[in-house]
Each structure stands twice: as C-alpha cells, then as structure tokens.
C-alpha cells in the first residue's frame, strides 16, 4: 500500500494558498465595482427607483392638473379606489383577463412545441411559423387583428358566413370583445413561449423516452410524467413572467378596443393611463399604480410559495 507523506500535502497546499492570493481583494477593487456597476445603477435609480418613489409619494396627496402635489390626503385616495365600484370592476376585468391569457398562452405554447418537437419530415417549417410572432410589432399585430375582426370583411365574418352561422360583431359586445383581447394577447406571446418550451423539451434526455416505449407507455402517460416534470423549472418560469406580462398590457387594449365597449377591456394600465394623462387626476392613478404593484407582487408571491414547490430541479 502506498503512503502520502507530509512532504506531498505540503506543496499542495502552497501552490492553493498561492492561487488564492491572486484572487485577494483589495481597497482599489471598490473603485472598479463603482465604474462597471455605477452606469447601470445610475439609470436604475433614474427610471425605475425614482419613479416607483415618486409615485407612492403622490398617491398620499391631491394633485392640480399639472400633477404638482397641493394637499396631504394620507391613504384617502385608496380608499375612494377601494369603495368604487368603477375600480372594482376594473380589477375583476383585469383578472379575468390575466387568467385567460396565463391559461392558453401555456396550454398552446406547451402543446405546439410538443409537437414540433417529434422528428417529422418538414417539422423545420412548423417551428418557423409558430415562432413568427416575435417579429410582429404591437401596433402591426392589432392592425392585422383589427382586419381579421372587422365585421363586414374580416376573415371571421366570412368564415361564419360561409358556414351560414349568424355573424359576431367581436368588438362591439362586451363579452366578444373580452375574447377578442385574450386571442389577441395569446397570439403575440406564443412565438416567444413556444420558443422556451421547444427547448426545454428538446434537453430532455431522450433514453427517458427510450425505456418508456420500450415498457409500453402510451405518449399521453410520458406527456404528463416525463416531460411536464422534467421542463417544470421552465413551466415556472414561463407561467411567472406571462402573469406579470398579462397584467400590465396596454398596447393592444389601446390600440383596438381602447377600454371598450363599457369598460369591458378597460385593464387597471389602461384605467392608470386614461386617469393620468386624460384626466389630469395624477393622484388618483398614481394610488391605482401602487394597487397594481401590490396585485403583481401577491401574485408572485403566491407563485413562489405555492407553485415552486412543485418545481424538479
């Protein structure tokens, strides 16, 4: 049997000690953090802290219409938001609104890269087109939208009458119009959640897949089983981001049904915008965007407390 001696422990440890003193601070290292992260801080601190603060700052006052503070009020203008029934329905809208997407925004985008990802002939083509919506702007994407709904030539409309089926106008009734937002919210993000999936699915080992067919596993059983446990680091991370996306949607509500028809699409970010910047009430939308910063931060948390834990890493 052979023998360490102390004499081969010692140089070792020499040349650690050695390697660990090339990697020693110093009192000038504290100059260079300030130079690399002092940019980054500096617009941080310009457009997200200072903003943040200010706003909470104003939703404790009354505002004349240039927004300069005139009165403390304290939490007075929440608690008008609160017991407005305006308000209310705005938050229950949003919500709605926020589960439709979270909801088929995943289920689609999980279900096309599933597909895309079985080795098909021409498979390529597929994954093109299902990630093409990356490269649509907002205001193109509810130009083309605004088409596809239009109730005397859209596609829809000559769809239905094609199949003698009465004629929907999307966007003039409340309920449509609800369905027209989330179909169009959905279409914008699945090329951007189908692109994480398909690679999320795709490093899953493949000897996994192996010795499930070959014990006789239906696709169905590795579906849920196999593939949905091994990419739920990526399911978590993609349901957390399209909540928060969700919930502050403004573009596409803006630009095709602007709130409407009465205040059936009128999202919280929309309700802040229209207060703010048409109504000259800069108190009033600063306390609806504290609201909303609450909402998103509980709904991430409830996320993190309770959907984490389900998490295979």
């Known amino acids: 049997m052979l023998k360490t001696s102390a004499t081969d422990v010692i140089p070792e440890k020499k040349v650690e000690a050695k390697q660990k003193s090339k990697f020693k601070l110093t009192a000038n290292d504290k100059y260079y953090a300030s130079i690399f992260a002092g940019p980054s801080l500096f617009l941080l601190g310009l457009f997200v802290f200072y903003p943040m603060f200010r706003t909470l700052y104003i939703g404790l006052f009354l505002t004349n219409t240039f927004g300069n503070t005139t009165l403390f009020v304290g939490l007075e203008n929440y608690v008008k938001l609160i017991s407005s029934p305006d308000f209310v329905s705005s938050m229950w809208v949003t919500l709605v609104y926020v589960v439709g997407v979270t909801f088929f925004t995943i289920a689609m985008g999980l279900l096309l890269a599933n597909l895309a990802s079985q080795k098909l002939p ?12 990356m490269g649509v702007s907002v ?86 089983h196999i593939t949905l446990p091994m990419i739920s680091p990526t399911l978590f991370f993609i349901s957390t981001i399209t909540i928060i996306g969700s919930f502050k949607s403004f573009g ?42 609450v909402i998103i931060a509980f709904f991430t948390y409830l996320q993190f407390k309770f959907l984490e834990k389900k998490v295979n890493y």
Request: charged share 10%; aromatic share 16%; glycine share 6%.
């Open 252 to 293: 596409l509500i803006d630009l095709i049904t602007k709130g409407g028809p009465t205040n059936a699409t009128n999202m919280l970010v929309y309700r802040i915008y229209n207060d703010a910047f048409f109504g000259g009430n800069y108190a009033k939308s600063s306390a609806e965007a504290i609201i909303l910063t």
């Open 139 to 224: 205001s193109v994407a509810a130009i083309f939208w605004l088409f596809i709904f239009n109730p005397s030539a859209g596609f829809f409309t000559l769809l239905t009458k094609m199949l003698n089926l009465p004629t929907i106008n999307w966007l003039a009734n409340p309920t449509n119009a609800m369905w027209a937002i989330i179909i169009t919210t959905v279409w914008m993000h699945l090329g951007f959640v189908f692109l994480v999936f398909l690679g999320a699915i795709e490093s899953v080992p493949t000897t996994l897949y192996e010795a499930a067919d070959v014990e006789g596993v239906s696709k169905h059983y590795q579906f849920f």
């Open 122 to 133: 021409g498979i390529a083509i597929f994954r093109t087109l299902y990630s093409v919506t």
